[in-house]
């Protein structure tokens, strides 16, 4: 991997990975087109992308600075020192609790599938090409249905289990976790820029979880020669990510998601055609 890949590939990651249009699936496409993916070692992919993936944690846990300040401490503080009510607890305190219980579907079942996840499944294109169509359909049909009523204030425990059991199945390769879970936030009547700010929040657990969980069992596959083109990949993604970020945010505010629900059919349809013609391996 040159330092121009390893440079692309970070703002794929970035980009790809808070805007709903698969950062798995994107990587993958990339990673095969410049034949950065061994069948014999699928592994050496799968710790790569975990490793770059903690650059786009990076850009959540800046841009979201002060809303994870005032959740964790009151959190902390409403739970611990001085214990109160869910009932009574505050905004923040609550979101903590909507974080712990959305998390747990995705953690179930990432242990659970976790054999599945790392090898061959995860670098599918024939996977991929249809899960980025059939998210899109999904999505679309959330938007139809959508009631767009409710802000964060107004999130209850059964909205974070919805949302979270659907973070879970972004771990089928070509999903995206915040195509996912924005889908699932728009099913709950949540405003379009509600649900992606509890996308963002959401994944922060996972996000780490899954990434330190595959930096520790993966280093040992990573070629140590490419360590600098990692070191950049990973810093990259964090700047591009960051400016997802805010672009998706802003942009949800006046606009619906069907630009990228007409872009994943159109790329969905475009990797099977290719993988059919042979000019793409599946």
């Known amino acids: 991997m040159s330092i121009i890949e390893a440079i692309v590939l970070g703002i794929i990651q970035g980009i790809s990975?808070?805007?709903?249009?698969?950062?798995?699936g994107?990587?993958?496409i990339f990673g095969r087109m410049l034949h950065l993916i061994s069948d014999e070692n699928p592994q050496a992919w799968t710790s790569f992308i975990a490793v770059i993936q903690l650059g786009t944690l990076a850009a959540i846990l800046v841009y979201f600075r002060k809303d994870?300040?005032?959740?964790?401490?009151?959190?902390l503080k409403e739970n611990l020192t001085s214990r109160q009510k869910f009932s009574s607890?505050?905004?923040?305190?609550?979101?903590?609790?909507?974080?712990?219980?959305?998390?747990?579907?995705i953690v179930v079942f990432g242990l659970g599938f976790k054999d599945i996840i790392e090898g061959v499944f995860t670098k599918n294109l024939v996977v991929i090409g249809c899960s980025l169509i059939v998210l899109a359909i999904i999505l679309a049909y959330a938007e139809k249905k959508a009631k767009f009523n409710k802000e964060l204030k107004d999130i209850s425990i059964f909205d974070s289990i919805?949302?979270?059991?659907?973070?879970a199945m972004a771990l089928i390769p070509g999903s995206s976790r915040s195509g996912t879970t924005i889908t699932g936030g728009l099913f709950m009547g949540?405003?379009?820029?509600s649900a992606a700010r509890f996308s963002f929040l959401l994944s922060i657990p996972s996000v780490f979880a899954s990434g330190m969980l595959e930096l520790y069992e993966q280093i040992k596959f990573i070629d140590q020669s490419g360590v600098v083109n990692l070191i950049i990949a990973t810093i990259v993604s964090g700047i591009s990510g960051y400016a997802a970020i805010d672009?998706?945010?802003?942009y949800l505010r006046k606009n619906t998601t069907f630009v990228f629900i007409y872009y994943r059919i159109a790329l969905g349809v475009l990797i099977l055609i290719l993988i059919s013609l042979h000019i793409l391996k599946p």
């Open 17 to 24: 990975e808070f805007l709903p249009i698969s950062s798995t």
């Open 26 to 28: 994107h990587l993958t």
């Open 68 to 75: 994870i300040w005032n959740i964790v401490s009151a959190f």
């Open 89 to 105: 607890q505050s905004l923040d305190a609550k979101m903590g609790w909507f974080i712990i219980i959305g998390t747990i579907p």
């Open 162 to 167: 919805i949302i979270g059991m659907a973070q």
């Open 190 to 193: 949540l405003t379009r820029e």
């Open 247 to 250: 672009f998706l945010l802003k």
